[in-house]
């Protein structure tokens, strides 16, 4: 079934189009990075229900560009230990690091205190949404999500011949747990959750979170991404992976991308119950196998690397607060975020706003939210952040 859902049966079920797009395989992310995605009828991409995307017709020439804020990378890493462990690795790349991953999985499980069985490592978390939802998905169903949210797995999903069944964030953007819980019905095979959430990067407090979790996953299984969770302050975000003691039917899924700052080298992993690892890996390759090996040891330095991530989440509060200020002075009105993002209403046309701000050097997001347009800027280092700020001021 894996070899089914490939780049032509994404394009057959209307989620791709030839044309615009593909002159823009930069816009998208995640799984479906370098995969055209579909338009509406005014040429925004279609992400969502609710959402709608910008794009430029011509790549930014990225060598001058000099402020690339719109991913969401960590703007200090890979950490030093990690760049250490790379060096002192290469050598080994001429072995597959299968004793290593191991290791590395033990070490993992220690971390979130689980069994090793309860791991399973892949190529970021994104790697993993997909690989669920291929997994999952095979015989159709539906997926049961927040709109707005992060659209990997739920792209796959419909790939796979899934339906979507997207439940409106509530006011404060938070999840609307009770509205996604009525949405489950017989087809429902899985409930997305997407904590802290992007692109608003707002969070859903953990009571409320675990009680919907323990009482829902008896029902269907819940996938919690919390590839934000470690950037989280001033917030009630505590991990799910604490209910699989309690054999609760969920899919946590983390990543080194964030606070590790490895976006680059590609390491996740996802922790669940083992019976829901092997249903997972009897449909698609599991374990890892595809991890290069310097990212195999990058990975296990960074997770000893505490000092950078504790200064990764101070450099990151830093720098948003610092954007905070300057846009409540200029009357923008920004959704509170959790994350290395912040999303903000604006006063032109997202699409504008985009070639104004890549004319300046500058790379961010725009959307249309309700029709509404917003910028979503990635948190930089504070340098990248006065430069973002002196742009919007010239705009605004």
Not at 122 to 143: M, P, R
Not at 272 to 283: F, G, M, N, S, Y
């Amino acid at each position: 079934m894996v070899q089914k859902i490939n780049r032509r049966s994404l394009l057959k079920s209307g989620f791709a189009t030839i044309g615009a797009m593909a002159a823009a395989p930069f816009l998208a992310e995640g799984a479906f990075a370098g995969t055209p995605l579909r338009l509406d009828k005014a040429s925004r991409v279609f992400y969502s229900p609710m959402v709608r995307g910008h794009f430029l017709e011509t790549e930014p020439d990225l060598s001058k560009m000099v402020a690339r804020i719109g991913s969401n990378e960590n703007p200090y890493g890979p950490p030093p230990k990690a760049r250490q462990a790379i060096s002192d690795s290469i050598e080994k790349g001429n072995r597959y690091a299968r004793t290593e991953l191991k290791e590395l999985t033990e070490k993992i499980a220690v971390k979130e205190g689980v069994a090793p069985d309860h791991i399973m490592m892949g190529n970021g978390s994104g790697d993993l949404l997909e690989k669920t939802a291929l997994a999952l998905f095979k015989n159709g169903g539906n997926v049961v999500s927040a709109d707005p949210t992060y659209m990997s797995l739920i792209r796959v999903a419909e790939g796979a011949g899934a339906t979507w069944k997207a439940i409106p964030c509530k006011s404060d953007w938070s999840h609307d747990l009770d509205a996604m819980e009525k949405a489950i019905d017989k087809d429902t095979k899985l409930v997305y959750i997407c904590n802290p959430n992007n692109p608003v990067g707002a969070v859903t407090s953990t009571k409320a979170l675990t009680d919907f979790c323990s009482r829902v996953s008896e029902k269907v299984p819940i996938f919690i991404d919390e590839a934000y969770i470690e950037l989280v302050e001033g917030a009630d975000n505590i991990s799910m992976v604490g209910l699989l003691k309690d054999k609760k039917n969920v899919i946590i899924a983390r990543t080194f991308s964030k606070i590790m700052g490895m976006a680059g080298l590609r390491v996740g992993y996802i922790a669940a119950l083992p019976a829901t690892l092997d249903a997972i890996k009897k449909e698609v390759r599991g374990g890892g196998s595809g991890i290069a090996c310097t990212s195999v040891y990058a990975a296990s330095a960074a997770m000893d690397d505490i000092d950078f991530q504790n200064s990764t989440r101070k450099m990151n509060t830093e720098a948003k607060t610092y954007l905070y200020d300057n846009l409540k002075t200029m009357g923008y009105k920004y959704v509170p975020s959790f994350t290395n993002f912040v999303i903000f209403p604006i006063n032109m046309p997202g699409k504008e706003f985009l070639k104004k701000m890549v004319d300046k050097g500058i790379i961010i997001k725009a959307m249309d939210i309700k029709e509404k347009p917003y910028c979503r800027v990635s948190i930089g280092t504070m340098d990248e952040m006065k430069l973002f700020v002196s742009a919007l001021q010239q705009m605004s």
